[in-house]
């Protein structure tokens, strides 16, 4: 079993849709949380921390629950340029930076 | 500020041949971590260095990898020599204050296939 699992995707949405991505991560001692974006053949990006009380950044929403050891993302409104692969990215105690497969999300006109 | 900076951008190579990919970090950002992608495993991290000193290699897949960093603004990592198994996007990241505290910037990547 992966540290980081990830749904495996492709996820094909409508423009406009809300579209929602879960993880898993197994390693309790967890520290640190984020989601990156990855655009086709490009580099990744941090797209926003995760954190417990969850955050929000214009239509992406994310949360955390330590009890499931479980992170989502949530993306309202989808636009066409939100198609890209998400990363889910845990970070061990001890520092070392554990990423999921990724996501893969295609929204269509 | 020119981000991440990798070179070469692509490389072709024959199998047992020795290669070398390139990074500059970006100014002011104390550490440095290479990572291998693929579409077996992922994104994977190698290596990361802090102030230049070598931290944590245990993603390391053998010992025909290596990877030095002589200066805050250069880094390499070398494959001696390369398999048909190391072709992979291999990314370069840096920030200004480690794993779990700051932002990471990731390079454009070498896109490597060994034949």
């Known amino acids: 079993r992966k540290e980081v699992e990830q749904d495996p995707g492709p996820f094909n949405v409508p423009e406009g849709a809300t579209v929602a991505f879960n993880c898993t991560y197994s390693?309790?001692?967890?520290?640190?949380f984020f989601w990156y974006r990855q655009d086709c053949r490009k580099e990744p990006k941090l797209l926003m921390s995760?954190?417990?009380s969850g955050n929000e950044d214009g239509r992406f929403t994310a949360q955390l629950n330590r009890a499931s050891q479980y992170i989502s993302l949530l993306i309202r409104d989808s636009k066409l340029s939100d198609s890209a692969t998400y990363l889910c990215?845990?970070?061990?105690?001890?520092?070392?930076?554990?990423f999921g497969q990724g996501t893969e999300l295609s929204v269509k006109p | 500020d020119a981000g991440v900076i990798q070179s070469p951008r692509h490389e072709v190579t024959e199998m047992g041949q020795e290669v070398t990919l390139r990074c500059k970090p970006i100014?002011?950002?104390?550490?440095l971590f290479w990572y291998r992608q693929t579409m077996m495993r992922g994104l994977e991290l190698l290596i990361y260095?802090?102030?230049?000193?070598?931290?944590?290699d245990s993603g390391m897949p053998e010992d025909r990898f290596s990877a030095k960093m002589p200066n805050a603004s250069f880094s390499t990592l070398k494959i001696q020599p390369s398999e048909p198994r190391d072709s992979a996007v291999y990314f370069c990241?840096?920030?200004?204050?480690?794993?779990?505290?700051?932002?990471?910037?990731f390079g454009p990547g070498t896109r490597l296939t060994v034949l």
């Open positions: 995760v954190y417990s």
């Open positions: 100014s002011g950002h104390d550490y």
């Open positions: 990241a840096s920030s200004k204050q480690g794993l779990d505290t700051d932002t990471q910037y």
């Open positions: 260095f802090n102030n230049n000193v070598p931290i944590d």
């Open positions: 990215v845990v970070i061990r105690q001890g520092g070392k930076l554990i």
């Open positions: 390693n309790s001692a967890s520290q640190s």
